[in-house]
């Protein structure tokens, strides 16, 4: 399968932990994508990769948060001390080509903080 | 702010009826893009209609955009009770590398 593969799926920590997403894209694209999700509302755009340069960071993004993507291939995505309000879907898509093409998206990370 | 908004918020209908949902947006675009997530296959990309389009068809789906109104609608004839839903209206155009912004959305239940 060559979509957009997140792991893990899910994952559950405690308050303080810090927890790391992955993210793998489909392989020829150049451009990835983080977002965040809660409960009955549309995704959040976090932050924005041109293959390894981190191009755009949303102000949602707190010092607690840091994403990387070293090779211009996969990416991860890490929540220091982490807190509740960090609970949500992280979700990651990819795309290439011009301005404002479709994005495939993962399935995106379920993290729930107790 | 980019964020394209959705109406209604929830829409509930008997298999075979047709839904509508529609979308208004703020800035101008590149292009708007719907997109449909549900529980099984997450969320997936549906159409785009171009800034210099007004209608655009795929399958039981239509899309229309009126720029001046900065608003668009999509038509889902024939509906099914897989096409129950969350619906997301997306701006693409207010970047240079076409950032995705979404609204709200639109639930679709289709009670079979």
């Known amino acids: 399968d060559t979509g957009v593969s997140q792991d893990p799926r899910h994952k559950i920590t405690k308050r303080g932990q810090n927890v790391t997403f992955r993210c793998d894209p489909i392989?020829?694209?150049?451009?990835l994508y983080w977002y965040r999700q809660t409960l009955g509302q549309g995704p959040e755009f976090l932050t924005y990769f041109q293959n390894e340069a981190q191009l755009e960071k949303s102000r949602l993004l707190s010092d607690r948060f840091s994403a990387e993507r070293p090779k211009g291939s996969f990416s991860t995505l890490e929540i220091q001390r982490t807190e509740q309000g960090d609970s949500a879907m992280y979700l990651c898509?990819?795309?290439?080509?011009?301005?404002?093409?479709?994005?495939?998206f993962g399935q995106g990370t379920r993290l729930t903080v107790v | 702010s980019q964020q394209g908004e959705e109406d209604p918020q929830a829409l509930s209908i008997q298999e075979g009826e047709n839904a509508t949902m529609n979308c208004s947006y703020k800035?101008?675009?590149?292009?708007l893009q719907w997109y449909r997530q549900n529980s099984g296959r997450g969320l997936v990309h549906l159409i785009l209609i171009r800034s210099n389009e007004r209608e655009k068809h795929s399958g039981r789906l239509r899309v229309t955009l009126d720029t001046s109104k900065k608003s668009s609608s999509l038509l889902i004839t024939a509906s099914r009770a897989a096409d129950t839903a969350s619906y997301f209206c997306?701006?693409?155009?207010?970047?240079?590398?076409?950032?995705?912004?979404f609204g709200q959305g639109t639930i679709l239940t289709v009670h079979p």
């Open positions: 800035t101008s675009i590149n292009n």
């Open positions: 898509a990819s795309n290439s080509g011009g301005r404002g093409t479709e994005a495939f």
């Open positions: 392989s020829e694209h150049n451009r």
């Open positions: 997306v701006n693409a155009g207010g970047t240079s590398y076409g950032k995705l912004t």
